[in-house]
């Protein structure tokens, strides 16, 4: 009996700390659940913060808002112990002076390594549109948004990890050059932004960025102080084409709430606080569109679309309160709509596009005790929302169905709403297909928001179109292929999905995207892997039907260098969630993540752009453009990408390095070495590619020595054979017979004080600009041409020739 007490308080100790001890979750910001252990336990007399509720369930999240609520994205104060190293290990800041890999002072090795470019004959050179502000050179998911009133003014959006928000860029020329980045700001009351950047013009020329917001919000249990993190849908408006951003307005956000277990006693409700219900909001992939009011065509409304994840925890206190336990989570989806008539002042409540379905984790479904009767495992995501000209208000979505994200079936969906989003009209399933894996089997990104749907209307018959990615049925090796559908009665029944990607293999397709121009022709790119035999790298492909999408023009490459994913990102682990395309009247504009710097300076990941107009290309200028070698020239270049590394080669020679400005333009004087007379060929070598290519004409240099040195030879030759056929100085001279090969000797020999003195001044003019080895020779070669004069005015007097009369020959001939 003495020994009670004491096995007492030994199990009370065990029952404290075994949840606690498991290495796995034993951290407060490690929270795992498995089936075998569907549950979290802590103790309230152990101050704990950062559990993260929203980490069991994040891998449905868009990848920017996974990276939060995991605290894997450094910019962020919940980043777990070890995320900074971990990014640190392998982001390399090549930005210092002192580190050995930059590659301003490797400029002959770094030239070997520029990703030199294979145009594409049906659209412009592409641009890389972001720069890099700090030292993380990393760019992602660009949205693209087209000024009605003026097509050739773009406003680009896109996550940067050098900034705490979204940031825009701005062409006022058709993408041909860009101004950025501007930075807007998160909400006041927020920690940062996530990402997910979305961006459209409204008919008034006001254009609208958003991005997802991310806050915390604190609650307690039973004296226990917790947080979680908590998301907006920021918005803001500029008014000057994306230049300057005002104060951000959430227009939607989502909330903590916590509703304690409810007993009977005595006739009267009464809430229990041992136990209850405890939900976590999170706001995911937003999208945003604007359109003609239903009811005064006029004005525009701003909508936006995004996912409602809730996060449902039931918890309970045990031993007196000594423990608290979370159980049973349960992930619930929603595909919700909120709009603005007021330029995105105010915002409406939200409107519920889909229906809410249930993902269950741990025994929350049909286990013994689960809240749910039977097991559920079904998400939607992805919502892409666009307008009519007429006012009507389409949004699609992917629903994964009860076999769960990543593998099955999945489904795409269209909700109509004909009076403005007050309602839904119709919600239509538009195809089943083979659902993308989280990844692609050879890539390391994740790819799955492959199977978002994108849409758009056709203004000259109201047609909707759809592309969307999933796995082909036939090719079990094949991880994506590209996927279109139509209706022509605004969405009540579609076409059978056609697959428009024609590559003949199991190259992987990914994140397409769609537009329809203004004459009603349809326009789809897309990433591809064809072009890697092993594939490592992508290139983005297009593709069009003018005749409503029963044909299609055989797919064409945009880019000009491919991308690998692994040099791009750290571990190529993101790439973003989607890429833009716009059409045009006369103009078909694409944005997409870039990776072709990483290959000559590590980890680099940037937005690029390509057209199908063409641009100018890089020029470069000589001044002067021709002289004799061993003097300075200066290179202009224009038209190349702004803020880059350029590397200036003489006949294939890496000479010198300089860098464009902010407009792409450079000025640099080199030095050109003598060499042989002629044409040599000067290029100026971008680092992102663009080489533009120049000749000098050098009119004096090394052959020229060479013939005259050769034809010194030959005169003094010519003097010495002379001198040795004149007779002793007793003897009789001789009458000097004339004849044409003396004559022309001596001619050349007349213009000797001509020569000498123009190796003097060019003597001179070397000597002003270098003391080099050429200098030696030149002066060399005029003192050997005098030495062979003061010798032949000795000789001559020696021998008694008679320079009269030489010159009267001379004269003569």
């Not at 590590?602 to 057209?611: T, Y």
Request: proline share 6%.
């Amino acid at each position: 009996m003495k020994i009670f007490p004491y096995f007492a308080l030994f199990i009370l100790v065990f029952t404290l700390l075994i949840p606690l001890y498991n290495p796995a979750s034993a951290g407060p910001e490690d929270i795992l659940w498995s089936g075998a252990r569907p549950y979290r336990a802590i103790s309230p007399l152990i101050p704990e913060s950062g559990i993260m509720f929203h980490e069991p369930v994040s891998k449905v999240f868009s990848g920017a808002a996974q990276g939060v609520v995991r605290g894997e994205d450094v910019r962020f104060a919940n980043a777990k112990k070890g995320a900074m190293e971990d990014w640190l290990k392998d982001n390399v800041d090549l930005a210092g002076a002192d580190n050995n890999q930059d590659v301003r002072f490797q400029a002959a090795g770094a030239a070997a390594l520029v990703p030199y470019r294979d145009p594409s004959q049906k659209f412009s050179r592409n641009i890389l549109i972001t720069r890099d502000f700090g030292t993380t050179p990393v760019q992602t998911e660009p949205i693209l948004a087209v000024n009605p009133n003026d097509p050739e003014h773009l406003v680009m959006g896109t996550i940067d990890y050098n900034f705490a928000n979204v940031v825009s860029y701005v062409s006022r020329d058709g993408g041909q050059t860009w101004a950025g980045a501007f930075q807007s700001k998160y909400l006041q009351e927020d920690l940062g932004a996530a990402g997910d950047p979305i961006a459209a013009f409204d008919r008034k020329g006001n254009v609208y960025m958003g991005c997802i917001s991310i806050g915390s919000d604190d609650f307690s249990l039973g004296g226990t102080p917790l947080q979680e993190t908590v998301s907006s849908i920021s918005i803001t408006r500029s008014s000057d084409g994306g230049e300057t951003w005002l104060q951000p307005i959430s227009s939607a956000r989502s909330t903590i709430s916590l509703v304690y277990s409810k007993t009977q006693y005595e006739g009267q409700t009464t809430n229990v606080t041992s136990s209850g219900t405890l939900r976590f909001g999170f706001l995911d992939k937003p999208w945003i569109t604007t359109g003609p009011n239903p009811e005064n065509l006029d004005e525009d409304i701003i909508y936006v679309t995004y996912t409602h994840f809730v996060t449902r925890y039931d918890f309970f206190f045990a031993l007196d309160g000594a423990i608290l336990y979370f159980r049973y989570p349960v992930l619930e989806t929603t595909i919700e709509l909120v709009k603005s008539e007021d330029y995105g002042m105010t915002w409406s409540e939200p409107l519920a596009v889909s229906p809410t379905v249930y993902s269950t984790y741990g025994g929350a479904g049909g286990g013994e005790g689960g809240p749910l009767g039977e097991e559920h495992d079904r998400v939607v995501q992805f919502s892409n929302v666009f307008t009519h000209d007429d006012g009507t208000l389409y949004i699609a979505y992917h629903d994964s169905t009860d076999d769960g994200p990543f593998e099955g079936l999945g489904e795409i969906h269209v909700a109509r709403s004909d009076d403005g989003g007050e309602s839904i009209s119709i919600n239509e399933r538009v195809a089943t297909f083979n659902e993308p894996f989280y990844r692609s089997r050879n890539a390391p990104f994740r790819s799955w928001a492959s199977a978002a749907p994108r849409g758009a209307v056709s203004d000259v018959d109201g047609s909707v179109s759809l592309v969307f990615g999933g796995r082909p049925s036939d090719k079990p090796t094949d991880d994506g292929d590209v996927y279109f559908v139509r209706s022509t009665n605004q969405g009540e029944s579609w076409s059978l999905p056609k697959r428009i990607n024609d590559d003949t293999k199991s190259a992987f397709q990914f994140f397409p995207a769609l537009d329809v121009g203004p004459d009603g022709n349809i326009h789809v790119f897309f990433g591809d892997f064809r072009d890697s035999l092993s594939e490592i790298t992508y290139h983005m492909y297009y593709t069009r039907s003018d005749d409503g999408g029963k044909t299609w023009l055989p797919n064409s490459r945009i880019t000009d260098y491919p991308t690998n994913p692994n040099k791009a990102f750290p571990r190529g682990a993101f790439i973003g969630d989607y890429n833009d395309i716009k059409a045009v009247a006369d103009d078909v504009y694409m944005i997409w993540t870039d990776g072709r710097l990483g290959e000559i300076s590590g980890m680099n990941q940037k937005i690029a752009f390509a057209r199908t107009k063409a641009m100018p290309t890089p020029s470069i200028f000589i001044s002067p453009p021709s002289g004799p070698g061993g003097r300075d020239v200066r290179i202009s270049g224009f038209d190349f990408q702004p803020d880059q590394e350029v590397y200036i080669s003489v006949s294939g020679v890496i000479i010198s390095s300089t860098r464009t400005n902010d407009d792409g333009l450079f000025n640099t004087d080199i030095f050109i070495p003598i060499a042989g007379e002629g044409a040599h060929t000067i290029l100026a070598i971008e680092a992102s590619g663009n080489v533009a290519s120049a000749s000098f004409f050098m009119d004096f240099g090394f052959n020229n020595l060479e013939q005259l040195e050769n034809r010194l030879t030959d005169i003094s030759e010519s003097i010495f054979d002379m001198l040795q056929t004149q007779p002793g100085s007793n003897s009789p001279v001789p009458p000097i017979i004339p004849s044409n090969d003396i004559a022309s000797e001596l001619g050349d020999l007349s213009n000797l004080p001509v020569q000498i003195n123009q190796l003097q001044r060019d003597v001179s003019d070397i000597s002003d600009k270098t003391n080099t080895f050429e200098t030696l020779i030149y002066t060399l070669l005029a003192m050997i041409l005098a030495i062979v004069v003061v010798v032949f005015l000795s000789i001559s007097r020696e021998n008694g020739i008679d320079m009269k009369k030489i010159r009267e020959l001379m004269n003569k001939s």
